[in-house]
């Protein structure tokens, strides 16, 4: 087995300075599992909140799955991230202390699993966007 990408999110390198990544599993539905195995997802317009403790995506499109019945997920859902406690600590300390954001970078399959990298961000002013 190995690391399957399914998406990336080239937005998020061109408006922010990506200092750290971290690696956060998804707490998902069978149709989007299947809607991800396609390759059905959208990162674009997608960021990350820190709430009560727990993280969570938000915004992340994953289209719904064509042979889904009535039990089909809505697509832009908030989705729960697992990270371990540290890191969540460590994250809301940055968040709040530096004015950093959370923002996914690339989704992708690790051993049958699906998994979401994040990034930890200073956002970007025009003249750095140029340069870049």
Known sequence: ????????NKKAYHEYFIDEVYEAGLVLKGTEVKSLRLGKVNLK????????????INNMN????????RENH???????LLL?????V????????RGLTLVP?????????????IG?????????????
């Open 84 to 88: 371990h406690q540290e890191e969540i």
């Open 1 to 8: 087995m190995g690391i399957k990408i399914i998406a990336t």
């Open 62 to 69: 994953i289209s719904p799955y064509e042979q889904g019945n």
């Open 105 to 117: 970078t690339k989704i992708y399959f690790k051993d049958s699993r699906a998994k979401l990298e």
């Open 45 to 56: 317009e997608a960021f990350c909140r820190i709430k009560n403790g727990e993280v969570f």
């Open 120 to 132: 930890v961000g200073r956002g970007k002013k025009l003249h750095d966007k140029r340069e870049t």
């Open 90 to 97: 460590k994250l809301a300390r940055k968040v709040d202390e």
């Open 74 to 80: 809505d697509p832009t859902r908030e989705r729960k």
